[in-house]
């Protein structure tokens, strides 16, 4: 198992920015994809859905149509830090979003407290 932490959640206006954090102490970082994933609200864990994936070195990001062109995913290998930059947010980008190794498959079955992003005037 591995002990994953999301930050940076929040409430923002639509239209608005926020940049997710995910640290996973003790993983050898590097060596894994990792993936941020949204759940909606009211929606049960199974129905997470993977929002973009990044390759261990930093290549091949990966996003889910809704969010092309608005959401960039990146990695800090040096400090073993993922990141989420969400820009011109929607309301239906409202959700709790997880982070966990793999590139959109579940690498570690092993999941954090998750940040909450809520889109709303």
């Known amino acids: 198992e591995v002990q994953v932490e999301e930050s940076g959640g929040g409430l923002v206006q639509p239209g608005g920015s926020l940049r997710l954090s995910c640290k996973v102490p003790?993983?050898?970082?590097?060596?894994?994809?990792m993936s941020w994933y949204r759940q909606p609200p009211g929606a049960p864990e199974k129905e997470r859905e993977v929002?973009?994936?990044?390759?261990?070195?930093?290549?091949?990001?990966h996003y889910a149509d809704a969010v092309k062109g608005r959401f960039t995913i990146s990695r800090d290998n040096a400090i073993t830090m993922a990141y989420l930059q969400m820009d011109i947010l929607h309301p239906e980008d409202t959700g709790a979003y997880f982070c966990?190794?793999?590139?959109?498959?579940?690498?570690?079955?092993?999941w954090g407290q998750g940040t909450q992003v809520t889109v709303s005037l």
């Open positions: 966990n190794p793999g590139y959109g498959v579940v690498v570690f079955n092993s």
């Open positions: 929002v973009a994936a990044i390759l261990g070195n930093g290549g091949g990001a």
């Open positions: 003790g993983l050898t970082f590097s060596n894994y994809a």
